[in-house]
């Protein structure tokens, strides 16, 4: 791979243009390279670290994908003077509806003009209405700073936009680098294809970079003979669900070294990035100099889940063959539900957003505060947990239980207390069995009143052995 491990200072040059807060994060490393002393600056001048093409990361199955002459016809639709005898779309004229209102909560009525109500019902483009994809590259630049050109899509819910980047960098027989544990929503993709899984270990502070590096640098003498060393990790990087685990600066570094080391793509999976109640760690996105990390932001945490509305950010390259996908199989992502997101993000504007987020953090901190509180006041001596800086769970280790499958699946739903095993988000390999003495609790939706309720039931079956 990419010559000898790299330890870089991805952020050296970044003060100007993201501020001390970002830059501070970032030291100074002198790393040897062949048998040479090179400061870290001089290595970013370096673009053999570069990804240049992406061919070579992309599955047969991807490959295969061309564009569909209707499709691409969509994008010259809007301009002035076009008439297009070309798409295949119905008369807007038939459409029942004439405009639409959303009432905020805040008491305002944002109205769909005629023009805008026959935009979100209407066919669109596959990447996402332009406006919205504009205000989503705001977004992106206000909070991540990236370092080099980057294109958007928005997808049906960072979901769908996973499975097509799974789609477009796996093929038969492929592995990919999983935190384990890891989303039990990936897993549900990953689980009914040829790849393999590589786990790599994890503690309350996230993906633990030696682990990375050990699996990596063993992994022909791990492996069976012919299984190809991983090309792309996929990482849910803050808050991670089920973990609750954020991944620091000093370690992000560290793995992105890692990533050019071994010539890795970085799938940043990060629906908590707003739900961090202390600083925000900046992200793997924010840090890229080589168009090796493809990222994916949602809605559903800090909007609305229903809406369904996610977006991929990264180098145009793949963010256009995962359009690819989408286009043949969904077209694009709802027009309605694109529509009211970029109404509302336009009516708040930057300070309107950095309210919603701050009173958003404000109600989780709070529900996650009670829920620690109900814990130690009900776990404590029977099980381990610790306190997630972002996000919505909390990962809890039972103490004295080998396996958590029979205990949560029967006797705590006997009990009315819902929580999920461990195993469900446990990578393994296909027909392989394992066991977990983990949970995972969700203290987002409960009231206070039943989070404590239910860990007081919890405790209970722990105490009497799963009797109560």
Known sequence: MRGT????????????????????????????????????????EDESFRIKNYHEYFSPHSLLRQPSAIRDLQKHVAKPGM????????????????????????????????????????????????????????????????????????????????????????????????????YSGSLAFLNATDTHLAGVATDERGLIPE???????????????????????????????????????????????????????????????????????????????????????????????GLRVGFATGPAELIERMNLHTQAVNLHPSGLSQMCVLKLLLHWGDAGFDRHIASTVDFYRAQRDAFLAAASKHLTGLAEWHAPDAGMFVWIKLLGVEDSRALIADKAVAAKVLLVPGIAFTPVERGATTTSPYVRAAYSTATLADMDEALRRLGELLRTGGTV
């Open 211 to 305: 682990s990375l590096s050990e699996v990596l640098e063993t992994w022909d003498a791990t492996q069976p003979a012919g299984r190809t060393r991983p090309r792309v990790l996929y990482t849910v990087p803050t808050g991670a669900n089920p973990s609750g685990g954020t991944i620091d600066a000093e370690r992000r570094q560290r793995v992105y070294a890692i990533a050019r080391r071994w010539g890795l793509l970085i799938l940043e999976d990060d629906p908590y990035f707003f739900l961090q109640f202390g600083e925000r760690v900046p992200s793997y996105l924010s840090m890229d100099t080589d168009g090796r990390v493809l990222r994916f932001d949602s809605v559903s945490k800090v909007l609305s889940s």
């Open 83 to 182: 008439i297009s005898l070309g798409g295949g779309s119905p008369n807007p004229a038939t459409f029942p509806w004439a405009t639409m209102t959303f009432k905020t909560k805040e008491g305002v009525d944002l109205k769909l003009t005629e023009e805008e109500t026959v935009t979100a019902l209407q066919y669109s483009a596959t990447p996402g209405l332009a406006k919205l994809r504009d205000t989503l590259q705001h977004l992106q630049k206000r909070f991540h700073h990236p370092q080099i050109p980057t294109d958007i899509a928005v997808t049906t819910g960072s979901q769908e936009a996973l499975s097509r980047a799974f789609e477009m960098l796996l093929g038969p027989s492929d592995s990919l680098l999983v935190e384990n544990p890891t």
């Open 5 to 44: 491990a790299h330890a870089v200072n991805i952020f050296a040059s970044f003060q100007s243009s993201t501020g001390a807060c970002v830059a501070r994060y970032y030291r100074p490393i002198v790393t040897a390279m062949a048998g040479r002393s090179m400061h870290t600056n001089s290595l970013l």
